[in-house]
């Protein structure tokens, strides 16, 4: 029988650590997704929330859990981050995850609150408020998703509205998850005496502010980027395992 013609598998990743990207850097990686390869930005949004959900299922394997119920926490703030959680709490639900979302500030923007509407219609449940007790937290979830500020946040946000759940997230024992940069981070200085996650999902590629990041897991979820992309902006990504979408990093690079 003849044989298949052979595709290229494309480049080999590189052995030399990921590269962090500065916060123009990664502003002017999305732009051209979204200008030059038509990148949607609901389609990115969905990429990443996606990833950000199998970065939980990863770090927190439902056999694994400490309590009967696969509980998680995902709290949302009004920008894109806020929705890259939102689209991560419905893929936790599709996982057989009992996630219970927080998003005090709702934004105006049309497709974030499709968003929103998809998680009410998939009966994931809204928290009105967010307990100031930390306890109540520690006591019904086994894990948060910090999905509150991100890169595009402006350094001081986390001491206006988003102040008080900071303030909150940083008292609670129980691990928490912070989507590409830890809510109350500089992007690139890192942080400021904020939260301390225990898992950093990078998205597009590692920022600065990972450099400074200690805690258990830090994952990358950039297999999606084209090629020519990784290439222009010299990402030297890690190694992808068969069909995987998010790798954990070894070691602190």
């Not at 509407?117 to 928290?127: A, G, H, R, S, V």
Request: hydrophobic residues 40%.
């Amino acid at each position: 029988p003849r044989s298949l013609p052979t595709m290229s598998s494309g480049p080999v990743p590189s052995r030399e650590p990921p590269r962090y990207l500065s916060k123009a850097e990664a502003e002017a990686m999305e732009k051209e997704l979204l200008e030059d390869y038509r990148f949607g930005r609901q389609q990115l949004i969905e990429i990443w929330g996606h990833a950000c959900a199998m970065a939980v299922t990863k770090a927190f394997p439902l056999p694994s859990l400490p309590r009967k119920q696969p509980t998680v926490l995902v709290v949302c703030g009004p920008a894109q981050n806020g929705a890259i959680g939102l689209v991560c709490a419905r893929h936790l639900r599709v996982f057989d995850y009992e996630p219970t979302i927080f998003y005090p500030k709702r934004s105006l923007d049309p497709l974030h609150r499709d968003f929103t509407t998809q998680c009410e219609k998939m009966d994931i449940p809204f928290l009105s408020y967010l307990p100031t007790e930390v306890q109540l937290i520690n006591d019904a979830y086994n894990a948060v998703v910090d999905a509150v500020l991100g890169a595009e946040a402006e350094l001081g946000e986390g001491r206006g509205p988003c102040a008080g759940i900071l303030a909150t997230l940083k008292h609670v024992r129980i691990p928490i998850v912070s989507l590409d940069v830890p809510s109350g981070w500089d992007v690139e200085a890192g942080s400021s005496g904020g939260i301390s996650p225990d898992v950093l999902v990078s998205l597009m590629a590692p920022k600065q502010c990972a450099r400074r990041f200690l805690g258990r897991q830090h994952f990358v979820a950039g297999r999606f980027v084209p090629y020519d992309v990784q290439k222009k902006f010299e990402l030297n990504p890690p190694e992808y395992p068969g069909t995987e979408c998010v790798v954990a990093l070894s070691a602190p690079q």
